[in-house]
């Protein structure tokens, strides 16, 4: 079974309330309860519900209660974004498709899951969309109504597909569904940068930050937009206090070292791309690097990363927007466009934000061949 019990109260003019209702359903009915809840307190409030809000709210869905249970560990693992997470978020849904067939959210969680591991660089661009598209089409074919199936449509669209147009028609058709989806609003805001859109960018990166303020992934996804509009000094404020509670936390370290590179704080960048290092450098390689450092300074020890991680490319997949990034830091632009050129070769779904600030690829802006791939990519771009 599952027990709320809603209280629902104003603080203006004076503390009263409202209403208290308490709820006691089995599981199979949760998504029916949210449904109910939701009228109960329109109705309570006299908010006016149009005729499409209407009718999503009078859909009805029984769900298995462990393909429920497993799909919420599911949606737990996907926001780890480690390989062993990712591939046991997609454990956990494919197992709860085998108890309840029918269920869209369950493939449209899936088709996140391989677009979040085509990100990473966990499997070839290629291969992993044919795993989203494949659940994509599965989850549409099930529920025309599902905001989540549109945000990753969106998603798709502009990280993989370079179609900014169709990218922004559909998360708007996602956030038209649920205008209170964080996650949707956060991308739409990160595509909003890509297409040189700053003040649109950062409204919607706000709004979904006060959708859901404590959320360690959205404050990650928001600190990566605050460098990509150039405001570096106010995602460090966020991801200093991420990695307080969570030293290692890759997602959240990867942005400190673009978020301090950015403001000057070489010694903080070099720290944070420590506890990335230790995932693709065996221990004798960190230590070298960390020797190099000390004796030799930022720009040569990171002209040693990339170099390792070009050596970790020849037997394993990797973004190459990794070392590219490194390059530009170790002051070796012609070696950071060699593998720039490579990620458009696959597609690589991080290419979207070269123009950006975010990869800290601004001394490239006026190179020939970064013009050449944004012009290829019909990519908005501004080098003033």
Do not use: H
């Not at 990034?325 to 720039?340: E, N, Q, S």
């Amino acid at each position: 079974s599952v027990c709320l019990q809603i209280k629902l109260l104003t603080f203006y003019p004076e503390e009263r309330q409202l209403l208290v209702q308490e709820y006691k359903v089995d599981k199979s009915q949760i998504l029916n309860l949210y449904n109910q809840i939701t009228k109960q307190i329109a109705q309570e409030m006299m908010v006016e519900i149009t005729p499409e809000q209407e009718r999503l709210l009078a859909k009805t869905r029984t769900v298995d209660r462990e393909a429920y249970d497993d799909y919420l560990v599911g949606l737990s693992f996907l926001e780890d974004f480690s390989k062993e997470g990712l591939y046991s978020a997609i454990e956990k849904l494919n197992n709860a498709i085998e108890k309840d067939p029918d269920w869209a959210p369950l493939y449209a969680g899936l088709a996140k899951a391989w677009l979040v591991i085509a990100q990473a660089g966990y499997v070839s661009p290629s291969l992993a969309y044919q795993n989203v598209y494949e659940n994509l089409d599965k989850a549409f074919e099930l529920d025309l109504d599902l905001s989540n199936s549109y945000f990753i449509s969106g998603m798709s669209a502009y990280l993989y597909e370079w179609n900014w147009d169709k990218g922004e028609e559909e998360l708007l058709k996602a956030l038209a569904i649920n205008p209170n989806d964080a996650m949707s609003r956060i991308y739409y805001a990160q595509l909003l940068a890509i297409l040189q859109r700053p003040e649109e960018a950062s409204m919607q990166g706000q709004v979904a930050i006060d959708l859901d303020p404590l959320n360690p992934l959205l404050q990650v996804l928001y600190s990566a937009l605050l460098v990509g509009v150039d405001d570096c000094e106010t995602a460090m404020a966020y991801l200093e206090k991420i990695v307080a509670a969570d030293p290692g936390n890759v997602m959240a370290n990867n942005v400190i070292e673009l978020a301090a590179f950015r403001c000057g704080d070489y010694r903080r960048a070099f720290e944070a791309a420590k506890n990335i290092l230790g995932l693709l450098l065996n221990e004798d390689t960190f230590k070298k690097i960390e020797r190099i450092y000390k004796e030799q300074g930022f720009t040569v020890a990171y002209a040693e990363i990339a170099k390792q991680m070009g050596a970790y490319a020849e037997n394993s997949l990797i973004s190459p927007i990794e070392p590219a990034v490194r390059y530009i830091y170790a002051d070796m632009p012609d070696k950071a466009m060699d593998w720039l050129e490579k990620g458009f070769e696959l597609r690589d779904p991080n290419m979207p934000y070269i123009a950006t600030g975010v990869y800290n690829l601004d001394p490239l802006f006026s190179n020939p061949r970064f013009i050449d791939i944004v012009e290829k990519m019909n990519l908005p771009f501004s080098n003033n």
